[in-house]
Protein backbone atom coordinates (compact mmCIF):
# COMPACT_ATOMS: atom_id res chain seq x y z
CA UNK A 1 0.00 0.00 0.00
CA UNK A 2 2.91 2.61 1.10
CA UNK A 3 4.37 2.12 -2.48
CA UNK A 4 0.76 2.48 -4.31
CA UNK A 5 0.73 5.76 -2.52
CA UNK A 6 4.02 6.81 -2.48
CA UNK A 7 5.33 5.70 -6.02
CA UNK A 8 7.28 7.86 -8.38
CA UNK A 9 7.70 8.32 -11.99
CA UNK A 10 10.87 7.29 -13.09
CA UNK A 11 14.00 10.99 -13.65
CA UNK A 12 13.72 10.20 -17.30
CA UNK A 13 9.63 10.13 -17.61
CA UNK A 14 9.69 13.66 -15.22
CA UNK A 15 12.09 15.03 -17.63
CA UNK A 16 10.34 13.66 -20.84
CA UNK A 17 7.30 15.70 -19.87
CA UNK A 18 9.13 18.63 -18.76
CA UNK A 19 10.85 18.45 -21.96
CA UNK A 20 7.65 17.89 -24.26
CA UNK A 21 5.45 20.74 -22.40
CA UNK A 22 8.72 22.79 -23.52
CA UNK A 23 8.58 22.04 -27.23
CA UNK A 24 5.13 22.67 -27.41
CA UNK A 25 5.84 26.35 -26.19
CA UNK A 26 8.93 26.42 -28.49
CA UNK A 27 7.75 25.36 -31.54
CA UNK A 28 3.27 25.58 -31.23
CA UNK A 29 1.70 22.76 -33.04
CA UNK A 30 4.50 20.83 -34.54
CA UNK A 31 4.11 17.48 -32.44
CA UNK A 32 7.45 16.43 -31.60
CA UNK A 33 8.60 13.28 -29.51
CA UNK A 34 11.15 14.40 -26.19
CA UNK A 35 14.24 13.41 -27.32
CA UNK A 36 16.21 12.56 -23.73
CA UNK A 37 19.06 10.47 -22.87
CA UNK A 38 21.67 10.13 -20.53
CA UNK A 39 24.84 12.55 -21.34
CA UNK A 40 28.51 11.67 -21.76
CA UNK A 41 30.19 12.86 -18.53
CA UNK A 42 30.90 16.74 -18.35
CA UNK A 43 27.81 17.34 -20.10
CA UNK A 44 25.25 17.68 -17.23
CA UNK A 45 23.22 14.69 -16.47
CA UNK A 46 20.73 13.97 -19.55
CA UNK A 47 20.57 15.47 -23.01
CA UNK A 48 17.55 16.40 -24.79
CA UNK A 49 18.56 16.33 -28.52
CA UNK A 50 15.46 17.54 -30.25
CA UNK A 51 16.42 21.01 -30.95
CA UNK A 52 18.33 19.79 -34.22
CA UNK A 53 15.78 18.00 -36.31
CA UNK A 54 12.99 20.81 -34.65
CA UNK A 55 14.77 23.32 -36.47
CA UNK A 56 15.11 20.93 -39.64
CA UNK A 57 11.01 20.36 -39.49
CA UNK A 58 9.82 24.36 -38.58
CA UNK A 59 12.83 26.11 -41.14
CA UNK A 60 11.31 27.98 -44.08
CA UNK A 61 8.02 28.41 -42.20
CA UNK A 62 8.33 32.16 -40.75
CA UNK A 63 10.46 30.92 -37.75
CA UNK A 64 11.71 33.10 -36.10
CA UNK A 65 14.69 30.64 -34.92
CA UNK A 66 18.11 31.46 -36.97
CA UNK A 67 19.49 27.92 -35.86
CA UNK A 68 19.05 24.49 -34.46
CA UNK A 69 20.82 26.72 -31.03
CA UNK A 70 18.53 29.42 -31.10
CA UNK A 71 16.07 26.58 -30.94
CA UNK A 72 18.16 24.45 -27.99
CA UNK A 73 18.00 27.58 -26.05
CA UNK A 74 14.36 28.24 -26.24
CA UNK A 75 13.71 24.35 -25.49
CA UNK A 76 16.36 25.18 -22.22
CA UNK A 77 13.97 28.40 -21.43
CA UNK A 78 10.77 26.93 -21.78
CA UNK A 79 11.70 24.03 -19.61
CA UNK A 80 8.69 24.93 -17.09
CA UNK A 81 9.61 25.55 -13.51
CA UNK A 82 10.68 22.46 -11.10
CA UNK A 83 12.54 20.96 -8.41
CA UNK A 84 14.33 18.76 -10.95
CA UNK A 85 16.08 21.05 -12.46
CA UNK A 86 19.20 22.75 -11.33
CA UNK A 87 20.58 23.96 -14.78
CA UNK A 88 20.79 23.96 -18.52
CA UNK A 89 23.41 24.63 -21.10
CA UNK A 90 23.36 24.47 -24.14
CA UNK A 91 26.27 22.64 -26.76
CA UNK A 92 27.56 22.17 -29.97
CA UNK A 93 24.85 22.03 -32.52
CA UNK A 94 21.59 22.77 -30.16
CA UNK A 95 22.07 19.94 -27.06
CA UNK A 96 20.53 20.96 -24.64
CA UNK A 97 22.12 19.67 -21.08
CA UNK A 98 20.15 19.38 -18.07
CA UNK A 99 21.73 18.89 -14.87
CA UNK A 100 19.60 17.19 -11.81
CA UNK A 101 19.08 19.29 -8.83
CA UNK A 102 21.24 17.63 -6.18
CA UNK A 103 18.41 18.10 -3.46
CA UNK A 104 16.32 16.81 -5.52
CA UNK A 105 18.58 13.34 -5.85
CA UNK A 106 18.74 13.20 -2.11
CA UNK A 107 15.50 14.16 -1.24
CA UNK A 108 13.87 10.80 -4.04
CA UNK A 109 16.49 8.39 -2.11
CA UNK A 110 15.78 9.46 1.38
CA UNK A 111 12.11 8.79 0.31
CA UNK A 112 13.06 5.19 -1.16
CA UNK A 113 14.35 4.48 2.11
CA UNK A 114 11.32 5.31 4.26
CA UNK A 115 8.68 3.88 1.81
CA UNK A 116 10.89 0.88 0.55
CA UNK A 117 12.07 0.06 -2.95
CA UNK A 118 8.41 -0.84 -4.15
CA UNK A 119 8.01 2.81 -4.86
CA UNK A 120 10.60 3.23 -7.62
CA UNK A 121 8.86 -0.25 -9.78
CA UNK A 122 8.31 1.02 -13.21
CA UNK A 123 5.30 1.66 -14.59
CA UNK A 124 4.18 -0.31 -17.42
CA UNK A 125 1.28 -0.35 -20.55
CA UNK A 126 0.85 -3.74 -19.56
CA UNK A 127 -1.32 -5.79 -17.27
CA UNK A 128 -0.59 -9.34 -17.97
CA UNK A 129 2.34 -10.70 -19.59
CA UNK A 130 2.84 -14.53 -20.48
CA UNK A 131 6.59 -15.67 -20.32
CA UNK A 132 6.80 -19.24 -22.82
CA UNK A 133 10.72 -20.02 -21.62
CA UNK A 134 12.76 -23.06 -20.16
CA UNK A 135 10.37 -25.87 -22.60
CA UNK A 136 12.28 -28.72 -22.93
CA UNK A 137 11.74 -31.85 -24.94
CA UNK A 138 10.71 -34.97 -23.18
CA UNK A 139 12.99 -37.98 -23.14
CA UNK A 140 15.91 -35.40 -24.03
CA UNK A 141 18.67 -34.31 -21.57
CA UNK A 142 18.53 -30.65 -20.96
CA UNK A 143 21.68 -29.04 -21.41
CA UNK A 144 23.19 -25.63 -21.67
CA UNK A 145 21.10 -24.32 -24.59
CA UNK A 146 18.20 -24.37 -21.85
CA UNK A 147 19.48 -23.11 -19.11
CA UNK A 148 20.28 -20.04 -21.12
CA UNK A 149 16.14 -19.83 -22.01
CA UNK A 150 15.39 -20.76 -18.37
CA UNK A 151 17.77 -17.95 -16.64
CA UNK A 152 16.76 -15.26 -19.14
CA UNK A 153 13.15 -16.09 -18.94
CA UNK A 154 12.87 -16.43 -14.97
CA UNK A 155 14.76 -12.81 -14.84
CA UNK A 156 12.42 -11.18 -17.57
CA UNK A 157 10.03 -12.72 -15.31
CA UNK A 158 11.41 -11.23 -12.21
CA UNK A 159 11.54 -8.03 -14.09
CA UNK A 160 8.01 -7.78 -14.80
CA UNK A 161 6.52 -8.54 -11.72
CA UNK A 162 8.83 -5.82 -10.07
CA UNK A 163 6.87 -3.72 -12.24
CA UNK A 164 3.92 -4.58 -10.95
CA UNK A 165 2.90 -6.55 -14.54
CA UNK A 166 1.22 -10.48 -13.84
CA UNK A 167 3.37 -13.25 -14.86
CA UNK A 168 2.04 -16.26 -16.70
CA UNK A 169 5.49 -18.43 -16.50
CA UNK A 170 4.91 -21.62 -19.03
CA UNK A 171 6.80 -23.96 -19.60
CA UNK A 172 6.27 -25.57 -23.18
CA UNK A 173 7.57 -28.72 -23.25
CA UNK A 174 7.87 -30.69 -26.01
CA UNK A 175 5.48 -33.71 -24.65
CA UNK A 176 3.99 -34.53 -28.24
CA UNK A 177 5.05 -35.89 -31.51
CA UNK A 178 6.51 -38.89 -33.33
CA UNK A 179 9.56 -39.69 -31.05
CA UNK A 180 6.96 -41.15 -28.99
CA UNK A 181 5.84 -43.95 -30.76
CA UNK A 182 9.29 -44.58 -31.05
CA UNK A 183 9.82 -44.88 -27.71
CA UNK A 184 6.24 -46.33 -26.58
CA UNK A 185 6.75 -49.15 -29.08
CA UNK A 186 10.45 -49.66 -27.87
CA UNK A 187 8.96 -50.25 -24.41
CA UNK A 188 6.42 -52.73 -25.60
CA UNK A 189 8.68 -55.03 -27.30
CA UNK A 190 11.68 -54.61 -24.39
CA UNK A 191 9.19 -55.30 -21.83
CA UNK A 192 6.08 -56.78 -22.81
CA UNK A 193 4.87 -56.44 -19.37
CA UNK A 194 5.83 -53.10 -18.48
CA UNK A 195 3.00 -52.23 -16.53
CA UNK A 196 4.03 -54.30 -13.68
CA UNK A 197 7.45 -53.06 -14.27
CA UNK A 198 6.96 -49.73 -14.47
CA UNK A 199 9.13 -46.78 -14.14
CA UNK A 200 11.97 -49.11 -13.50
CA UNK A 201 11.59 -50.65 -16.87
CA UNK A 202 12.56 -47.51 -18.84
CA UNK A 203 15.42 -46.52 -16.33
CA UNK A 204 17.80 -43.73 -17.30
CA UNK A 205 15.69 -42.15 -20.00
CA UNK A 206 18.68 -40.81 -21.51
CA UNK A 207 20.24 -44.18 -22.67
CA UNK A 208 16.31 -45.39 -23.25
CA UNK A 209 15.92 -42.97 -25.51
CA UNK A 210 19.50 -43.18 -27.69
CA UNK A 211 18.91 -46.82 -27.80
CA UNK A 212 15.09 -46.64 -29.11
CA UNK A 213 16.66 -44.15 -31.83
CA UNK A 214 19.52 -46.67 -32.99
CA UNK A 215 16.78 -49.25 -33.24
CA UNK A 216 14.32 -47.15 -35.34
CA UNK A 217 17.26 -45.94 -37.39
CA UNK A 218 18.65 -49.72 -38.35
CA UNK A 219 15.93 -51.51 -38.69
CA UNK A 220 13.36 -51.06 -41.30
CA UNK A 221 10.83 -53.04 -39.47
CA UNK A 222 10.35 -51.38 -35.83
CA UNK A 223 10.63 -47.92 -37.83
CA UNK A 224 7.02 -49.10 -39.20
CA UNK A 225 5.97 -50.63 -36.34
CA UNK A 226 6.68 -47.02 -34.21
CA UNK A 227 4.62 -45.05 -36.83
CA UNK A 228 1.92 -47.23 -36.17
CA UNK A 229 2.64 -46.42 -32.38
CA UNK A 230 2.18 -42.80 -33.15
CA UNK A 231 -1.15 -43.06 -34.83
CA UNK A 232 -2.65 -45.20 -31.65
CA UNK A 233 -1.39 -42.62 -29.50
CA UNK A 234 -2.94 -40.30 -31.40
CA UNK A 235 -6.16 -41.82 -31.38
CA UNK A 236 -5.54 -42.19 -27.55
CA UNK A 237 -5.46 -46.03 -26.72
CA UNK A 238 -5.65 -46.37 -23.31
CA UNK A 239 -2.46 -48.91 -23.35
CA UNK A 240 -0.37 -45.91 -25.38
CA UNK A 241 -1.59 -43.12 -23.51
CA UNK A 242 -0.17 -44.59 -20.07
CA UNK A 243 3.16 -45.49 -21.89
CA UNK A 244 2.98 -42.04 -22.88
CA UNK A 245 1.98 -40.58 -19.27
CA UNK A 246 4.58 -42.39 -17.77
CA UNK A 247 7.63 -41.36 -20.27
CA UNK A 248 6.43 -37.85 -19.49
CA UNK A 249 6.25 -37.96 -15.68
CA UNK A 250 10.13 -39.43 -15.57
CA UNK A 251 11.21 -36.55 -17.58
CA UNK A 252 9.37 -34.11 -15.38
CA UNK A 253 10.92 -35.27 -12.46
CA UNK A 254 14.47 -34.66 -13.78
CA UNK A 255 13.38 -30.49 -14.84
CA UNK A 256 11.66 -30.20 -11.53
CA UNK A 257 14.86 -30.98 -9.77
CA UNK A 258 16.71 -28.98 -11.91
CA UNK A 259 13.73 -25.55 -11.58
CA UNK A 260 14.18 -26.17 -7.45
CA UNK A 261 17.97 -25.96 -7.78
CA UNK A 262 18.18 -22.84 -10.10
CA UNK A 263 14.97 -21.38 -7.86
CA UNK A 264 12.88 -20.80 -10.72
CA UNK A 265 8.99 -21.75 -10.86
CA UNK A 266 7.34 -22.52 -14.07
CA UNK A 267 3.95 -24.04 -14.63
CA UNK A 268 3.85 -27.05 -17.14
CA UNK A 269 1.50 -26.06 -20.42
CA UNK A 270 3.35 -28.99 -22.67
CA UNK A 271 2.70 -28.89 -26.38
CA UNK A 272 -0.28 -31.70 -25.95
CA UNK A 273 -2.23 -29.27 -23.69
CA UNK A 274 -3.24 -27.48 -26.95
CA UNK A 275 -4.14 -30.35 -29.10
CA UNK A 276 -8.16 -30.02 -28.42
CA UNK A 277 -7.26 -26.66 -30.12
CA UNK A 278 -5.73 -27.61 -32.79
CA UNK A 279 -8.42 -28.67 -35.55
CA UNK A 280 -10.84 -25.46 -34.69
CA UNK A 281 -8.09 -22.98 -34.87
CA UNK A 282 -6.32 -24.87 -38.23
CA UNK A 283 -9.83 -24.36 -39.65
CA UNK A 284 -10.13 -20.73 -39.07
CA UNK A 285 -6.48 -20.47 -40.93
CA UNK A 286 -7.53 -22.45 -43.70
CA UNK A 287 -10.53 -20.28 -44.30
CA UNK A 288 -7.86 -16.87 -43.77
CA UNK A 289 -4.70 -17.52 -44.27
CA UNK A 290 -2.56 -20.86 -44.65
CA UNK A 291 -2.98 -24.51 -45.93
CA UNK A 292 -4.13 -27.25 -43.80
CA UNK A 293 -2.04 -30.11 -43.44
CA UNK A 294 -4.21 -31.74 -40.95
CA UNK A 295 -0.60 -32.73 -38.75
CA UNK A 296 0.41 -31.81 -34.81
CA UNK A 297 3.49 -30.15 -35.70
CA UNK A 298 5.55 -27.41 -33.98
CA UNK A 299 3.42 -24.74 -35.91
CA UNK A 300 0.31 -25.62 -35.41
CA UNK A 301 0.76 -25.93 -32.18
CA UNK A 302 1.88 -22.86 -31.62
CA UNK A 303 -0.98 -21.38 -33.29
CA UNK A 304 -3.23 -23.31 -31.44
CA UNK A 305 -1.17 -22.11 -28.02
CA UNK A 306 -1.82 -18.42 -29.06
CA UNK A 307 -5.36 -18.84 -29.62
CA UNK A 308 -5.56 -19.97 -26.00
CA UNK A 309 -3.20 -17.49 -24.32
CA UNK A 310 -5.14 -14.16 -26.09
CA UNK A 311 -8.34 -15.72 -25.77
CA UNK A 312 -8.44 -17.68 -22.70
CA UNK A 313 -5.74 -16.30 -20.59
CA UNK A 314 -5.99 -12.87 -22.19
CA UNK A 315 -2.36 -11.65 -21.98
CA UNK A 316 -1.16 -8.68 -23.52
CA UNK A 317 2.14 -9.20 -24.12
CA UNK A 318 3.30 -12.82 -25.51
CA UNK A 319 6.77 -13.78 -24.87
CA UNK A 320 8.96 -16.65 -26.37
CA UNK A 321 12.29 -17.22 -25.33
CA UNK A 322 14.51 -20.04 -27.46
CA UNK A 323 17.77 -19.48 -29.17
CA UNK A 324 18.02 -17.68 -32.11
CA UNK A 325 17.74 -20.50 -34.50
CA UNK A 326 14.25 -20.38 -33.87
CA UNK A 327 13.67 -16.60 -35.10
CA UNK A 328 11.95 -17.28 -38.19
CA UNK A 329 9.54 -19.67 -36.79
CA UNK A 330 8.16 -17.11 -34.79
CA UNK A 331 8.40 -14.22 -37.15
CA UNK A 332 6.45 -16.22 -39.96
CA UNK A 333 3.90 -17.27 -37.00
CA UNK A 334 3.08 -13.56 -35.74
CA UNK A 335 2.73 -12.16 -39.00
CA UNK A 336 0.80 -15.36 -39.81
CA UNK A 337 -1.63 -14.25 -36.61
CA UNK A 338 -1.20 -10.85 -37.60
CA UNK A 339 -3.02 -11.32 -41.19
CA UNK A 340 -5.71 -14.07 -39.33
CA UNK A 341 -6.65 -10.51 -37.18
CA UNK A 342 -5.45 -11.61 -34.29
CA UNK A 343 -3.12 -8.63 -33.31
CA UNK A 344 -5.23 -6.16 -34.65
CA UNK A 345 -3.37 -2.41 -35.27
CA UNK A 346 -3.51 0.09 -32.31
CA UNK A 347 -1.99 3.21 -32.94
CA UNK A 348 0.43 1.82 -35.21
CA UNK A 349 1.71 -1.71 -33.21
CA UNK A 350 0.29 -4.86 -32.94
CA UNK A 351 -1.84 -5.20 -30.06
CA UNK A 352 -1.90 -8.00 -28.44
CA UNK A 353 1.89 -7.83 -28.43
CA UNK A 354 4.37 -10.83 -29.38
CA UNK A 355 7.50 -10.77 -28.89
CA UNK A 356 10.88 -13.58 -29.74
CA UNK A 357 13.78 -13.16 -27.69
CA UNK A 358 16.32 -14.61 -28.35
CA UNK A 359 19.76 -15.45 -27.54
CA UNK A 360 22.80 -17.43 -29.19
CA UNK A 361 25.02 -20.09 -28.76
CA UNK A 362 26.92 -20.94 -25.58
CA UNK A 363 30.36 -21.69 -26.70
CA UNK A 364 33.40 -23.87 -25.33
CA UNK A 365 37.28 -22.52 -25.10
CA UNK A 366 37.51 -23.96 -28.47
CA UNK A 367 35.49 -21.20 -29.82
CA UNK A 368 32.95 -24.47 -30.55
CA UNK A 369 29.30 -25.08 -29.43
CA UNK A 370 30.17 -25.97 -25.71
CA UNK A 371 30.75 -29.96 -24.95
CA UNK A 372 31.92 -32.20 -23.09
CA UNK A 373 35.69 -33.84 -23.97
CA UNK A 374 33.34 -36.64 -24.87
CA UNK A 375 31.77 -34.42 -26.78
CA UNK A 376 28.53 -35.06 -25.31
CA UNK A 377 26.24 -32.29 -24.42
CA UNK A 378 27.23 -30.89 -21.40
CA UNK A 379 24.61 -31.34 -18.54
CA UNK A 380 23.73 -28.96 -16.60
CA UNK A 381 23.36 -30.53 -13.20
CA UNK A 382 27.27 -31.49 -13.89
CA UNK A 383 27.90 -27.64 -14.42
CA UNK A 384 26.86 -26.06 -11.28
CA UNK A 385 28.01 -29.15 -9.48
CA UNK A 386 31.26 -27.87 -10.97
CA UNK A 387 30.66 -24.18 -10.19
CA UNK A 388 30.06 -25.23 -6.80
CA UNK A 389 32.76 -26.55 -5.55
CA UNK A 390 35.25 -24.94 -7.31
CA UNK A 391 33.61 -21.47 -5.33
CA UNK A 392 34.44 -23.94 -2.21
CA UNK A 393 37.81 -24.56 -2.54
CA UNK A 394 38.36 -20.51 -3.71
CA UNK A 395 35.96 -19.36 -0.37
CA UNK A 396 38.36 -21.42 1.59
CA UNK A 397 41.44 -20.23 0.01
CA UNK A 398 40.54 -16.89 0.63
CA UNK A 399 39.17 -17.31 4.47
CA UNK A 400 42.46 -19.13 5.26
CA UNK A 401 44.84 -16.17 3.86
CA UNK A 402 42.92 -13.81 5.72
CA UNK A 403 42.38 -15.46 8.89
CA UNK A 404 38.79 -15.64 9.39
CA UNK A 405 38.31 -19.63 8.31
CA UNK A 406 37.56 -20.07 11.95
CA UNK A 407 34.83 -18.14 12.36
CA UNK A 408 32.85 -20.58 9.38
CA UNK A 409 31.11 -23.68 9.98
CA UNK A 410 31.35 -26.34 7.50
CA UNK A 411 27.56 -25.74 6.62
CA UNK A 412 27.92 -21.90 6.18
CA UNK A 413 30.94 -23.07 3.61
CA UNK A 414 28.72 -25.30 1.51
CA UNK A 415 25.42 -22.92 1.59
CA UNK A 416 27.49 -20.03 0.85
CA UNK A 417 29.66 -21.61 -2.18
CA UNK A 418 26.54 -23.43 -3.44
CA UNK A 419 24.86 -19.72 -3.77
CA UNK A 420 27.85 -17.87 -5.22
CA UNK A 421 28.47 -20.65 -7.65
CA UNK A 422 25.13 -21.02 -8.43
CA UNK A 423 24.56 -16.82 -8.90
CA UNK A 424 27.99 -16.82 -10.90
CA UNK A 425 26.99 -19.34 -13.61
CA UNK A 426 23.74 -17.09 -14.15
CA UNK A 427 24.75 -13.92 -14.06
CA UNK A 428 28.01 -14.98 -16.63
CA UNK A 429 24.88 -15.51 -18.91
CA UNK A 430 22.72 -12.85 -18.37
CA UNK A 431 25.48 -10.07 -18.19
CA UNK A 432 25.78 -10.65 -22.30
CA UNK A 433 23.51 -9.15 -25.11
CA UNK A 434 21.91 -12.15 -25.35
CA UNK A 435 21.80 -12.18 -28.96
CA UNK A 436 25.70 -13.12 -28.89
CA UNK A 437 26.88 -16.40 -28.48
CA UNK A 438 28.65 -16.31 -25.28
CA UNK A 439 32.13 -18.06 -24.10
CA UNK A 440 31.55 -20.47 -21.13
CA UNK A 441 34.79 -20.51 -19.13
CA UNK A 442 34.76 -20.94 -14.95
CA UNK A 443 37.51 -18.79 -14.32
CA UNK A 444 36.14 -16.09 -15.45
CA UNK A 445 33.02 -16.60 -14.22
CA UNK A 446 34.14 -17.41 -10.76
CA UNK A 447 36.77 -14.40 -10.36
CA UNK A 448 36.39 -11.89 -7.99
CA UNK A 449 37.54 -9.05 -10.33
CA UNK A 450 35.65 -7.73 -13.30
CA UNK A 451 31.70 -7.66 -13.99
CA UNK A 452 31.27 -11.20 -12.21
CA UNK A 453 28.87 -11.82 -9.49
CA UNK A 454 31.37 -13.20 -7.26
CA UNK A 455 32.65 -9.57 -7.63
CA UNK A 456 29.39 -8.11 -6.77
CA UNK A 457 28.35 -10.66 -4.34
CA UNK A 458 31.92 -9.16 -2.45
CA UNK A 459 31.39 -5.34 -3.13
CA UNK A 460 27.69 -6.02 -1.57
CA UNK A 461 28.62 -7.98 1.27
CA UNK A 462 31.44 -5.08 2.18
CA UNK A 463 28.85 -2.36 2.50
CA UNK A 464 26.77 -4.33 4.68
CA UNK A 465 29.92 -4.64 7.32
CA UNK A 466 30.51 -1.22 6.82
CA UNK A 467 26.64 -0.07 8.09
CA UNK A 468 26.79 -3.14 10.64
CA UNK A 469 30.61 -1.60 11.79
CA UNK A 470 28.73 1.72 12.33
CA UNK A 471 26.60 -0.01 14.75
CA UNK A 472 23.92 2.69 14.19
CA UNK A 473 19.98 1.68 14.45
CA UNK A 474 19.24 1.94 10.07
CA UNK A 475 16.03 2.52 11.11
CA UNK A 476 16.03 5.41 12.85
CA UNK A 477 18.60 6.88 10.52
CA UNK A 478 16.37 6.48 8.29
CA UNK A 479 13.50 8.96 9.69
CA UNK A 480 15.76 11.39 12.33
CA UNK A 481 18.86 11.57 9.62
CA UNK A 482 19.22 13.31 6.28
CA UNK A 483 20.83 12.39 2.89
CA UNK A 484 23.26 15.28 1.59
CA UNK A 485 24.96 15.05 -2.19
CA UNK A 486 27.79 17.60 -1.74
CA UNK A 487 31.00 15.65 -2.84
CA UNK A 488 30.97 15.13 -6.71
CA UNK A 489 31.23 11.21 -5.57
CA UNK A 490 28.08 11.58 -3.50
CA UNK A 491 26.18 12.83 -6.05
CA UNK A 492 27.46 10.64 -8.75
CA UNK A 493 26.20 7.74 -6.51
CA UNK A 494 22.96 9.22 -5.71
CA UNK A 495 22.36 10.58 -9.62
CA UNK A 496 23.18 6.49 -10.73
CA UNK A 497 20.88 4.88 -7.50
CA UNK A 498 17.42 7.31 -8.80
CA UNK A 499 18.14 5.95 -12.45
CA UNK A 500 17.31 2.30 -11.09
CA UNK A 501 13.68 2.67 -12.18
CA UNK A 502 14.11 3.73 -15.53
CA UNK A 503 16.88 1.59 -16.02
CA UNK A 504 14.47 -1.69 -15.23
CA UNK A 505 11.59 -0.15 -17.27
CA UNK A 506 14.27 0.04 -20.33
CA UNK A 507 15.35 -3.66 -19.87
CA UNK A 508 11.58 -5.02 -19.39
CA UNK A 509 10.42 -2.86 -22.68
CA UNK A 510 13.65 -3.94 -24.94
CA UNK A 511 13.83 -7.25 -23.28
CA UNK A 512 17.05 -7.04 -22.02
CA UNK A 513 18.40 -8.29 -18.85
CA UNK A 514 21.74 -7.08 -19.64
CA UNK A 515 21.03 -3.77 -18.66
CA UNK A 516 20.18 -4.10 -15.18
CA UNK A 517 23.53 -5.96 -15.21
CA UNK A 518 25.68 -3.52 -16.59
CA UNK A 519 23.39 -1.01 -13.95
CA UNK A 520 24.19 -3.09 -11.14
CA UNK A 521 28.53 -3.47 -11.93
CA UNK A 522 28.49 0.56 -12.50
CA UNK A 523 26.38 0.79 -9.11
CA UNK A 524 29.42 -1.30 -7.58
CA UNK A 525 31.52 1.46 -9.27
CA UNK A 526 30.17 4.47 -8.32
CA UNK A 527 29.85 2.79 -4.72
CA UNK A 528 33.73 2.07 -4.42
CA UNK A 529 34.99 5.61 -5.68
CA UNK A 530 32.68 7.00 -2.99
CA UNK A 531 34.32 5.03 -0.47
CA UNK A 532 37.46 5.60 -1.46
CA UNK A 533 37.32 9.82 -1.52
CA UNK A 534 34.24 9.84 1.62
CA UNK A 535 34.90 8.75 4.56
CA UNK A 536 31.86 7.22 5.99
CA UNK A 537 32.49 6.10 9.85
CA UNK A 538 33.11 8.95 12.31
CA UNK A 539 33.23 11.92 9.51
CA UNK A 540 31.02 14.89 9.72
CA UNK A 541 28.52 13.41 7.34
CA UNK A 542 28.78 9.65 8.71
CA UNK A 543 24.60 10.06 9.28
CA UNK A 544 24.06 10.96 5.43
CA UNK A 545 26.59 8.80 4.07
CA UNK A 546 25.31 5.97 5.75
CA UNK A 547 22.22 6.57 4.55
CA UNK A 548 24.00 6.25 0.80
CA UNK A 549 25.69 2.37 1.95
CA UNK A 550 22.25 1.48 2.87
CA UNK A 551 20.61 2.64 0.02
CA UNK A 552 23.32 1.37 -2.24
CA UNK A 553 23.08 -2.43 -0.48
CA UNK A 554 19.14 -2.17 -1.15
CA UNK A 555 19.52 -1.30 -4.72
CA UNK A 556 21.68 -3.69 -4.91
CA UNK A 557 19.94 -6.53 -3.41
CA UNK A 558 16.66 -5.82 -5.97
CA UNK A 559 19.21 -6.28 -8.98
CA UNK A 560 20.42 -9.41 -7.46
CA UNK A 561 16.98 -10.37 -7.27
CA UNK A 562 15.53 -9.60 -9.98
CA UNK A 563 18.70 -11.77 -10.96
CA UNK A 564 17.96 -14.60 -9.47
CA UNK A 565 20.93 -14.28 -7.59
CA UNK A 566 20.82 -14.72 -3.67
CA UNK A 567 22.71 -11.98 -2.02
CA UNK A 568 25.46 -13.43 0.98
CA UNK A 569 25.76 -11.19 3.90
CA UNK A 570 28.53 -12.32 5.75
CA UNK A 571 32.26 -12.49 3.16
N1 LIG B 1 10.69 -27.28 -27.08
C1 LIG B 1 11.31 -26.30 -27.91
C2 LIG B 1 12.82 -26.55 -28.01
O1 LIG B 1 13.41 -27.18 -27.15
C3 LIG B 1 11.09 -24.88 -27.41
C4 LIG B 1 9.65 -24.44 -27.33
C5 LIG B 1 9.53 -22.94 -27.32
N2 LIG B 1 8.17 -22.48 -27.20
C6 LIG B 1 7.26 -22.52 -28.15
N3 LIG B 1 6.05 -22.10 -27.88
N4 LIG B 1 7.52 -22.91 -29.37
O2 LIG B 1 13.42 -26.11 -28.97
Known sequence: AAAAEHGVESVKRQLCRLVTSSLSATAPGVDAEPMLEVSRPGFGDYQCNNAMSLFARIRGTGTTYQNPVAVGQAIANNLPPSDIVESTSVAGPGYVNIVISSDWIAERIQNM????VKTWAPKLLVKRALLDFSSPNIAKEMHVGHIRSTIIGDTLARMFE??????LRRNHVGDWGTQFGMLIQFLFEKFPNWEEVGNQAIGDLQSFYKASKTKFDEDEGF?????????RLQQGEDRYRAAWKNICQISRNEFDLVYKRLGVELEEKGESFYNPYIPPVLEEFTAKVVKKDGGFNYASTDLAALWYRLNVEKAEWIIYVTDVGQQQHFHKFFSA?????????????????????GFGLVLGPDGKRFRTRASEVVRLVDLLDEAESRCKAELKKRLTENGKIADWTDYELEKTSEIIGLGAVKYADLKNNRLTDYTFSFEQMLSDK???AVYLQYAHARICSIIRKAGKDIEKL?????ITCIHSDERTLGLHLIRFQEVVEQA????????????????????????TNCP?????????RLLLCEATAVVMRHCFYMLGITPVYKL
Open 113 to 116: LIHG
Open 162 to 167: FANVEV
Open 223 to 231: KGRAQQAVV
Open 337 to 357: ASMAGWLPDQNGKRYPKTSHV
Open 450 to 452: GNT
Open 478 to 482: KMSGS
Open 508 to 531: CTDLFPHYLCDYLYNLSEAFSKFY
Open 536 to 544: VIGSPEETS
